[in-house]
């Protein structure tokens, strides 16, 4: 009696390991054929692209101004947008799914830059430099020259016309003098204010600065104006 209650119970549990099984089976059939729900995982979130470098121009040669605003546009549509800091700049590129390997390309101070790249979800590129033929005329200095506008009082003088041809056939052509430029059009704001609500700075600064720098360049017009 013992002998044959356990040769049941072990047929029992081999029975119950087969109904298992075949219902186990039978769900994924079913499950295959789309008859039960299917529940899958959610994709892994999209990370966004680093892009990083220097931004120049080619023409005349030399590194954007400080502020230049650098775009990201993916497949045309802008995804990032940042400023150029000490000649380079910085971008995130977001995506979304189905975004891996569609173009990057890039827009500095509205123009289209020479390079561009695919987007990849979580990829890094710290050297990738950045050039444009040549900024807008209006984007390269679109600003006055500050101090000696604050000393004459106008920025329509001649003085002020040749300090502007200087800067732009001597200074901007060079990778030094851009930098130069640059550093003015930083600096340069705050110092003029001041001497522009101060009739004694004005004068001191006209006559022991601005027109010494004009008078030297009027008398050496010849020599550097043949370089543009």
Known sequence: MKAQITGNSLRGRRAGRLVGALG???ALVLLAGGVLPAYTLEPPPQLPHLFAGTVSVISPPGPVPEGTVVEALVDGVKKAETTVNASRYQLVVPGELGDDGKVVSFKVAGVQADQTAAWVSGELDYDF???IASLPSESWFPFDCFIATAVYGTDTTEEIDILREFRDVVLLPSGLGAELVSLYYETSPPIAEVISQHDFLRTAVKVG????????LNWSYALWSERG
């Open 209 to 216: 600065f601005v027109d010494p720098v004009v008078a030297i």
């Open 24 to 26: 186990l089976l039978l």
């Open 129 to 131: 430099d950045l050039t």
